[in-house]
């Protein structure tokens, strides 16, 4: 089949309409919205403190809602393969909150991005327990164990890289060539979608002073800091 644009809107198009339809109806949504809302929160205290790590987390935004459009339009692999570098962003805005002459090398020499999140804990002790003490010296009261944050920063980057660089398990194996609403993969894409900006709020949370609707809410899905 030869791709014209009447084909193109028959096929494409039209499902996808159909899809969000489904989605928005079938689906409450509100754990999404709300962590996009959080996002916004994030980025608009984070500029006010520093416009530079601001302006790396507004783009962090206007991808999280690329993402989501196109989980509720039914592209959920792709969807999914972004929040690796939602991810990766991330973790580095705030890295760079504290290291201005890697930001500063990163912006004008218009640096290679290979802050990876595991070369950011392996090689920078990013927000292990003895980097977080430097600005929260209180993180052994709170902290569910020794290091509870880089060991999550570690295993959500594993499993993102694992679909990013299309593990078998991780693929979504259509058998055949549609664009059609999947629960299943619907549900997969929430998950890790919470997940990740969920570990983000925390980030901004410990280093930032955020404040943040529903911070227990987003203890208890990470599990890393005591909420009781």
């Known amino acids: 089949?030869?791709?014209?644009?009447?084909?193109?809107?028959?096929f494409i198009i039209d499902p996808v309409n159909s899809i969000k339809e489904t989605t928005i109806n079938q689906n409450?949504?509100?754990e999404i919205l709300e962590c996009i809302n959080?996002?916004?929160t994030v980025r608009d205290e984070l500029i006010q403190k520093d416009i530079e790590c601001g302006s790396l987390w507004n783009e962090i935004c206007i991808d999280v809602i690329s993402l989501v459009n196109?989980?509720?339009?039914?592209?959920?692999?792709?969807?999914?393969?972004g929040l690796r570098s939602v991810f990766e962003m991330g973790c580095n805005s705030i890295f760079y909150y504290d290291h201005k002459i890697e930001y500063h090398m990163f912006k004008m020499e218009n640096m290679k991005a290979?802050?990876?999140?595991s070369v950011l804990v392996n090689e920078y002790s990013f927000f292990k327990s003895k980097y977080i003490r430097a600005f929260k010296a209180e993180i052994d009261d709170i902290q569910k164990e020794e290091d509870s944050i880089s060991k999550y920063l570690i295993k959500l980057y594993g499993e993102l890289s694992d679909i990013v660089h299309g593990r078998y398990s991780k693929l979504t194996n259509i058998e055949e060539f549609c664009v059609e609403y999947n629960v299943k993969q619907y549900k997969q894409f929430e998950k890790l979608?919470?997940?990740?900006?969920?570990?983000?709020?925390?980030?901004?949370i410990?280093?930032?002073n955020v404040t943040i609707n529903n911070e227990e809410k987003i203890y208890?899905?990470?599990?890393?800091?005591?909420?009781?």
Do not use: P, Q
């Not at 979608?193 to 925390?202: E, P, R």
């Not at 208890?220 to 009781?228: A, L, S």
């Open 193 to 204: 979608f919470i997940d990740t900006v969920d570990i983000l709020l925390v980030l901004a």
């Open 206 to 208: 410990l280093r930032i």
């Open 38 to 40: 959080n996002m916004f």
């Open 70 to 81: 196109s989980a509720f339009s039914g592209f959920y692999r792709t969807a999914t393969i």
């Open 220 to 228: 208890r899905n990470t599990g890393v800091i005591k909420y009781e």
């Open 114 to 117: 290979d802050k990876y999140v």
């Open 1 to 10: 089949m030869s791709y014209t644009k009447e084909i193109f809107e028959d």
């Open 28 to 30: 409450d949504c509100s």
